[in-house]
């Protein structure tokens, strides 16, 4: 069995869509951005606010975004050293956005949005699944787990041969 070897750095990864997205709309504030990041991932992901903000607070911090008031918004721009940090790397920013989209896409293509609502049905309506289920589910799951190992494994046999 294949397994990660490092964790996803979620916040490094969140940290570079925000830079891409004030890059691309120039200045944005709050919701723009979380409206931004809807649309580019076909409304499979939105961060919270819970998420954004503090992260918007720390590349003030950082030097990388500047804001200022616009009526009862907080518009938040790319300053000049976060347009050299944009610059210096656009290409692992750029791949790091295709990545995602291209996950999301997978996961559509894979009916992962269904299953997810059927979780928040199954969450909201407080339904525990019978063990016969779950263990059915854990048979399909480990099928598809093997589909991929195989996969992954005949990708680096190839890639070191």
Request: overall charge positive; aromatic content about 10%.
């Amino acid at each position: 069995m294949l397994y990660i070897t490092a964790p996803i750095k979620f916040r490094g990864i969140l940290k570079h869509l925000i830079l891409y997205t004030i890059m691309t709309l120039d200045k944005a504030h709050g919701y723009e951005l979380r409206r931004f990041m809807a649309d580019m991932f076909k409304l499979q992901y939105m961060p919270s606010n819970g998420v954004l903000y503090p992260l918007l607070h720390e590349l003030e911090n950082e030097g990388l975004l500047t804001s200022y008031t616009d009526g009862k918004r907080k518009v938040y721009t790319l300053t000049k050293r976060g347009i050299k940090y944009v610059e210096l790397n656009k290409e692992e920013i750029e791949a790091t956005v295709k990545k995602i989209k291209y996950a999301f896409e997978l996961l559509s293509q894979l009916n992962m949005d269904k299953l997810i609502n059927i979780l928040q049905v199954m969450w909201a309506k407080n339904i525990v699944l019978p063990n016969h289920i779950v263990e059915n589910l854990r048979v399909k799951i480990t099928e598809i787990l093997d589909i991929l190992n195989n996969f992954l494994s005949s990708i680096d046999m190839n890639q070191n041969s």
